[in-house]
């Protein structure tokens, strides 16, 4: 059903998880898009109460997340984890204000909008008050889909996924960074975030397995996707991996189309898309790298080929900041959505 309480052009925001990889880097998004908060709360875990975080001029102090913290909040953009987000979301709620949650616990439940603003921004019109962010390797593919799906039907999807150690929170980068020195010293490497060494080290499992040998992070790839298009007849087939990379997760995208779609109709389609950046110039040796595209806002793509294996086949190669479009950015867009006025 629509939400029947107008957003205030200032609304009071409240960050829950702002101690977290997710939590900081949406204060730093709220900071550098201006966003016209009222007034910004932080809050976490009770171990996290007195911790100061910076922001804009100044300085915000963490105060413990309880029932009743969201009591005059407009919009708090959720970044604690599933069970966090469904032990909260009704005192946010019964509060009046609207959940932009950033996990999976809400993202497939029944009228419960999945939101990427570039893409389906009309979803924003229904909802009950928790709107849900999508899986950060989902955002930035179906970004990427969105605008070649409206020129030709999109049939299939294979997306083979590359997805940073940010992927799995802060403790998951400090591992990272502590594994390379361990390695590289000689030493035991000391795992905890992760079912074996990143350090140096593929692993093809993002998320617990499922009965048919899938990951639940493929598994949300496939839902979601369907899900955001609006388009359940779209095959998906994911295949995930984390790799020894700090931040950006990158993917290769092989699309099968209903009808023809050259290359040129592709790079035109991604040119005049929103939030997309097109990088292919194969003489040039120039296509997006994840190392070198952390702390931006774009979904980058490049290395474009046609596939001849099937019909009407395109292939991709895309890359985006997951702490940033994956996550932070897209919640903080969505909360941009929800402060203008009614058309």
């Known amino acids: 059903m629509p939400w029947n309480k107008s957003m205030p052009a200032h609304p009071?925001?409240?960050v829950a998880g702002a101690t977290g990889a997710v939590g900081r880097e949406m204060l730093a998004v709220l900071?550098?898009?201006?966003?016209?908060?009222?007034?910004?709360?932080?809050?976490?875990?009770?171990?996290?109460?007195?911790?100061?975080?910076?922001?804009?001029?100044?300085?915000?102090?963490?105060?413990?997340?309880?029932p009743d913290s969201f009591t005059d909040v407009d919009i708090a953009l959720f970044a604690a984890g599933g069970s966090v987000s469904e032990q909260f979301w009704q005192d946010v709620v019964s509060a009046?204000?609207?959940?932009?949650?950033?996990?999976?616990?809400?993202?497939?439940?029944?009228?419960v909008p999945l939101v990427v603003p570039e893409v389906n921004?009309?979803?924003?019109?229904?909802?009950?008050?928790?709107i849900a962010n999508p899986n950060c390797s989902t955002i930035q593919m179906v970004v990427a889909l969105a605008p070649l799906n409206a020129l030709a039907h999109i049939r299939r999807v294979v997306v083979s996924t590359y997805q940073a150690a940010s992927g799995a929170g802060a403790g998951a980068m400090s591992e990272l960074f502590e594994q390379s020195r361990q390695f590289l010293d000689g030493e035991t490497l000391t795992v905890e975030h992760f079912a074996h060494p990143i350090a140096?080290?593929?692993?093809?499992?993002?998320?617990?397995?499922?009965?048919?040998?899938?990951?639940?992070?493929?598994?949300?790839?496939?839902v979601e996707t369907k899900k955001i298009l609006g388009d359940s007849s779209i095959e998906v087939f994911a295949n995930c991996v984390r790799?020894?990379?700090?931040?950006?997760?990158?993917?290769?995208?092989?699309?099968?189309?209903?009808?023809?779609?050259?290359?040129?109709?592709?790079?035109?389609?991604?040119?005049?898309?929103?939030?997309?950046?097109?990088?292919?110039?194969?003489l040039a040796k120039a296509y997006p790298m994840p190392g070198l595209l952390a702390g931006t806002d774009a979904v980058y793509i490049g290395r474009i080929r046609r596939d001849p294996t099937v019909p009407y086949g395109l292939n991709f190669w895309c890359v985006a900041d997951q702490l940033r479009k994956g996550a932070a950015l897209n919640a903080v867009q969505i909360a941009e959505l929800l402060c203008e006025p009614p058309a």
């Not at 499992?205 to 990951?215: A, C, K, M, N, Y």
């Open 200 to 222: 140096f080290n593929c692993i093809p499992q993002i998320d617990v397995f499922l009965e048919d040998g899938s990951t639940k992070e493929e598994w949300k790839m496939v």
């Open 96 to 111: 009046g204000a609207v959940m932009i949650d950033n996990s999976s616990a809400f993202r497939m439940a029944e009228g």
């Open 243 to 282: 790799v020894p990379v700090l931040r950006s997760h990158a993917e290769m995208v092989n699309v099968q189309f209903d009808e023809p779609l050259s290359i040129d109709q592709a790079i035109a389609a991604w040119e005049a898309a929103p939030g997309v950046i097109v990088m292919d110039d194969p």
């Open 121 to 130: 921004p009309q979803a924003l019109r229904y909802h009950s008050g928790v």
């Open 12 to 14: 009071v925001v409240a």
């Open 31 to 66: 900071d550098q898009r201006g966003f016209p908060a009222d007034a910004l709360r932080a809050l976490a875990s009770a171990r996290s109460v007195g911790c100061v975080l910076p922001f804009r001029d100044g300085q915000l102090t963490v105060a413990e997340m309880r």
